[in-house]
Nanobody, 114 residues
Framework: QVQLVESGGGLVQPGGSLRLSCATS????????MTWYRQAPGKERERVAT????????WYADPVKGRFTISRDNARNTLYLQMNSLKPEDTAVYYC???????WGQGTQVTVSS
């Protein structure tokens, strides 16, 4: 059974940093590209960043380029999202997702506010 468990969210001031983690189980993590999504209140869920499985090629949405870094630890079956220079518009619930799997984890809330 595929499990995706996000953690690391919280309340942070503008300009601050957070590192999100996504602990996975139930599938061979190193075989799949992984993606972070987010959903802000009243908005559709949007793709934030993706990392491939074999060569760690990354993709970022324009609003987070240069501020967020996606990475993975295949030995720990864990996906990360380092978020720096956070802005109020980054406030959202953040989710990780496995390629070719329809399910979602519970997400982790990130709130950027002074």
């Amino acid at each position: 059974q595929v499990q995706l468990v996000e953690s690391g969210g919280g309340l942070v001031q503008p300009g601050g940093s957070l590192r999100l983690s996504c602990a996975t189980s139930g599938f061979p993590f190193s075989n799949y590209a992984m993606t972070w999504y987010r959903q802000a209140p009243g908005k559709e869920r949007e793709r934030v960043a993706t990392i491939t499985n074999s060569d760690d090629i990354t993709w970022y949405a324009d609003p987070v380029k240069g501020r967020f870094t996606i990475s993975r630890d295949n030995a720990r079956n864990t996906l990360y999202l380092q978020m720096n220079s956070l802005k109020p518009e980054d406030t959202a619930v953040y989710y990780c997702k496995r390629t070719n799997y329809p399910g979602w984890g519970q997400g982790t809330q990130v709130t950027v506010s002074s």
